[in-house]
């Protein structure tokens, strides 16, 4: 059932690997993650090898850190991202906290401006932070979910953990999303250690096992055919 | 018997016999454990690998989780054991808070608990070696069963041992001291080896 699906390669081989080659087209994927545990990187990484390796457009929605603070950021990574925003390969927008209304237009304005093949959205763990009650989180989060798809727009939205579960994100992930990545950085006894589970991913044979994750100035890399010894 | 020794390595003759048999007639790729008494511990792996370096001529990698690579390459050199084309993986030095000075020929990891990083050092090492035939001693898991959980350590071995299995041409040689703390972690670990060889 893997091999019918078209997919969108997130350009990381061992990630890739994990997931049947990639994210199946036009999904909506939930990666939830520790602080620190390489979310914003892996995202960014994403975006940036879609438009490089793949020709694909993409946009990047923040919801927290401003556009100067996330260009700041992917210069510690070898990736040019002002060359690919000058060209219109990437767009990276910071939306204010106020209107959920206008976030949800500014993801389509900005996804249709340049054709984006791939989205992220981050941190979707803010999206409580629009509504007064749960009950309309709830369904107008789920509503976001349903445009995401209709797009057909590749997508990913961060999330965090904390004590090893991940906040809900109203049931998007349980109810919407088709995938669910995790990403660990735990402490044991005298350090951290990174890796990556799959969860979820529609129409796809997943590994069930965690794989160490190692993040340098190329990005994130999944070590795929490593597996996680330590209990953690 | 035990204390006849040769004049010149001092190692015993039994010993050196006996690991001779067991491991110079193995001509395919094998996972082996090799439960060696504590006392006879240092003789084994100058033996093992002068079998491996000096008569097959592999190159290889060997993991110390005992002894920090400088006093094993001491160890070596005053046995005038040949360290071309042996790269070394050292899980000693770092946790025990001595600087690593960077050496072209080992490589350091954490501390022996640090399994996940230990494998994948080790699969980096194993893939710079040139070349189809190569070996790897491990040394040791019974130092991997003090520092970690016996279930961590079996998952490990597995893990390593399908690994070595899918390179062909590749020797594994799993060292432990067996104590009455870790007699039934070794008898699991054995389930994953082509053959136990007891030393003791």
């Known amino acids: 059932m893997a091999a019918d699906l078209e997919r969108t390669k997130t350009g990381l081989v061992g990630l890739d690997k994990l997931i049947g080659g990639g994210i199946p087209k036009g999904n909506l994927v939930v990666m939830s993650g520790d602080p620190g545990s390489g979310k914003t990187c892996l995202c960014l990484q994403f975006l940036y090898e879609g438009a490089t390796k793949f020709n694909e457009n993409g946009v990047f929605i923040s919801l927290e850190e401003d556009v100067e603070e996330l260009e700041k950021f992917s210069t510690l990574f070898d990736w040019d991202f002002k060359e690919l925003i000058a060209k219109k390969k990437i767009k990276i927008v910071n939306v204010e906290l106020y209107d959920f209304d206008k976030l949800l237009t500014t993801i389509e304005d900005t996804v249709s401006s340049i054709n984006a093949e791939r989205l992220v959205i981050d941190p979707g763990v803010v999206f409580r932070l629009y509504f007064k009650t749960e009950l309309e989180a709830r369904k107008r989060i789920l509503g976001l979910g349903k445009m995401l798809k209709r797009m057909n727009v590749t997508t990913v939205i961060t999330n965090e953990l904390s004590m090893e579960r991940a906040k809900s994100l109203y049931g998007l992930e349980e109810y919407v999303a088709d995938g669910v990545i995790l990403l660990y950085h735990t402490k044991l006894e005298n350090r951290f250690v990174r890796s990556i589970g799959i969860l979820k991913m529609r129409g796809t044979k997943i590994s069930e096992k965690l794989h160490p994750l190692e993040i340098s100035k190329e990005g994130v890399k999944v070590l795929s055919e490593q597996e996680l010894f330590e209990e953690i | ?200």
């Open chain 2, 1 to 200: 018997m035990g204390n006849e020794k040769d004049r010149h390595g001092g190692m015993s003759k039994r010993l050196q016999a006996l690991i001779r048999k067991e491991f110079t007639s193995l001509k395919d790729d094998f996972v082996a454990l090799l439960i060696v008494d504590a006392e006879k511990f240092a003789e084994t792996n100058i033996e093992l690998v002068k079998i491996l370096k000096h008569e097959n001529k592999l190159p290889g990698v060997y993991i110390t989780g005992n002894v920090p690579y400088k006093n094993l390459k001491e160890h070596f050199d005053s046995h005038k054991v040949d360290l071309k084309d042996l790269t070394f993986i050292d899980m000693v030095t770092q946790m025990s808070g001595e600087e690593a000075q960077k050496e072209e020929n080992c490589v350091f990891v954490d501390s022996p608990d640090s399994l996940t990083e230990l494998s994948v050092t080790l699969d980096k090492a194993m893939d710079k070696i040139k070349g189809r035939e190569k070996f790897l001693i491990l040394d040791s898991v019974s130092t991997l069963l003090i520092y970690n959980k016996d279930r961590a350590v079996e998952k490990f071995t597995h893990f390593l041992a399908n690994n070595l299995r899918e390179n062909p041409g590749t020797k594994g040689i799993l060292l432990a001291v067996q104590t009455n703390e870790n007699k039934n972690a070794l008898e699991m670990l054995a389930q994953f080896c082509d053959k136990v060889v007891k030393l003791v």
